[in-house]
């Protein structure tokens, strides 16, 4: 079936395990004492969706249309998001935090950021590539 041709399934409780439970983290008494966080797990395709308000049956609601949109887009391109955000995350941003290696040419000096070694620019331009492994 081609991309286009997909229309949106529903997905039936039937379908999905809902674990109710209560959440960790701050909100004193009421999250200690209420199990408003629902867990839903699609069985089929292993795909789960979480929230915690304070509302249970809002929490239910949000989760079946989260698991709803995730299974869709799951059918549709044949990955999970949470695949493609953990590449995503693995590649980085190319933002300055990211950076693997900083060229000092006026200081004659390389230093990579990942193993924490540094060497002689011109070294490394002569080809002593392996001076930073």
Partial sequence: MD?????????????VSII?????????????TTDSCVIITHNATGITAKQAEKDQHKNKRKAMEEIT????????TGHVEEEV???????????RGDK?????????????????????F????KGNLELLF
């Avoid at 109710?20 to 200690?32: A, K, M």
């Avoid at 230093?111 to 924490?116: K, L, V, Y």
């Fill in 85 to 95: 955000e953990e590449r995503r995350e693995q590649i980085g941003a190319g933002v």
């Fill in 122 to 125: 011109k070294m490394f331009m």
């Fill in 20 to 32: 109710y439970t209560r959440d960790s983290g701050p909100g004193g008494q009421h999250r200690n």
């Fill in 3 to 15: 991309k286009d041709e997909y229309k949106d399934i529903e997905i039936y409780p039937s379908e």
């Fill in 100 to 120: 693997r290696r900083t060229y000092k040419v006026n200081q004659d000096m390389i230093i990579d950021h990942i193993t924490g070694s540094s060497c002689s």
């Fill in 69 to 76: 949109r995730k299974v869709n887009h799951f059918y549709r």
